[in-house]
């Protein structure tokens, strides 16, 4: 059975500071999804990984898939209060349609 | 539609009582899932249709929960006799195909049994 972990579940850090958010999973997937959600509001989707060693960036986020290591990481750079929410990391495995979610990261950033 | 509609947005029901939600999703898109998230915790999988095809019924969590999709395109997720545990946020997507290139959501409907 595929399970995914994130840590940490929650992170609560000062403006301008770097952080790297973690996600592991069990078995071998061959892509990988990283989705924001605001309080009350649903999921958006920020990055789309589909290969070992893949990188994408899209302002202050930077987001790496290591297939071998099974793992994902989504690096915060110079966090500003907007990135505040809270973010998912989802697996799918070859040939399925069914994500399989993290429990999620809730980031605070404190001005 | 522009994105992925569900209604009603916010519904109380009384613990024993039946309840339906909708969901439309994107024009065009053949594949659509509905995932539950309760309070503080991650997403779980309920069921997932694509185009013609036989549900995926696997993540409904008891037979109080039931799915249907008419004519490709609008779902309804039926709760019978609700219980307290129900109490959480739906929430529908939908994809081209089967969503190797990611999900998009609708807002949820937050149920509430009281």
């Known amino acids: 059975e595929l399970k995914v972990e994130q840590n940490p579940l929650f992170l609560s850090m000062q403006e301008g500071k770097n952080y790297t958010i973690y996600c592991n999973y069990s078995?071998?997937?061959?892509?990988l999804y990283w989705y924001r959600q605001d309080p009350g509001k649903s999921l958006e989707s920020l990055f789309v990984?589909?290969?070992?060693?893949a990188v994408k960036q899209e302002g202050r986020l930077m987001a790496s898939l290591d297939t071998k290591a099974r793992l994902s990481t989504l690096h915060i750079t110079a966090a500003v209060h907007d990135l505040s929410a809270t973010y998912f990391c989802?697996?799918?495995?070859?040939?399925?349609?069914?994500?399989?979610f993290g429990t999620g990261t809730r980031l605070k950033v404190l001005a | 539609g522009a994105g992925v509609s569900q209604s009603p947005s916010n519904k109380v029901t009384e613990k024993g009582k039946d309840v339906e939600l909708r969901c439309d999703p994107i024009?065009?898109?053949?594949?659509l899932y509905w995932y539950r998230q309760s309070l503080g915790q991650g997403l779980e999988f309920l069921i997932y249709?694509?185009?013609?095809?036989?549900?995926?019924k696997s993540g409904l969590p008891s037979d109080r929960f039931s799915a249907e999709r008419t004519g490709g395109s609008v779902s309804t997720l039926t709760i019978q006799r609700t219980q307290q545990e129900d109490s959480a946020v739906y929430l529908c997507?939908?994809?081209?195909?089967?969503?190797?290139?990611?999900?998009?959501f609708g807002s949820g409907t937050r149920l509430t049994v009281v």
């Open positions: 990984l589909l290969s070992n060693g």
């Open positions: 024009s065009g898109h053949t594949a």
């Open positions: 997507a939908s994809s081209q195909d089967r969503g190797g290139y990611g999900y998009t």
């Open positions: 249709f694509q185009g013609n095809s036989a549900p995926d």
């Open positions: 989802a697996v799918t495995t070859s040939g399925t349609y069914k994500y399989i």
């Open positions: 078995t071998t997937s061959d892509r």
